[in-house]
């Protein structure tokens, strides 16, 4: 199953994920899709220097299903990291969709 990278950008908590050109994104559509473990594996090994650099936090890879080119989360706790915080619709990054 493809995966995604996602983490916590440390300057202001904003959920990210990695991007194919190894930086990080805001939205879930600009992510780099992992088609296999070891895909996901050395990904996680590269993200670690933006680890120590106090870049990111809370790293994780998560599953992705991909559905007319579009990239929905399989897990209800990704679909809603990758939406924006459980709040009124017109705060949170979702309010700009």
Do not use: C, Y
Not at 23 to 39: K, S, T
Not at 75 to 91: E, N, Q, S, V, Y
Request: net charge negative.
């Amino acid at each position: 199953m493809s995966q995604v990278i996602s983490a916590n950008r440390l300057s202001d908590g904003i959920v990210v994920f990695r991007a194919p050109d190894g930086g990080w994104v805001e939205q879930l559509r600009d992510a780099e899709i992992l088609a296999d473990a070891a895909a996901v594996k050395a990904a996680l090994v590269l993200v670690e220097q933006d680890v120590k650099a106090n870049r990111v936090i809370e790293v994780e890879a998560f599953a992705v299903a991909i559905k007319d080119d579009h990239v929905e989360p399989v897990h209800l706790r990704d679909k809603i990291r990758a939406k924006g915080p459980t709040i009124h619709p017109g705060h949170g990054k979702q309010a700009a969709l």
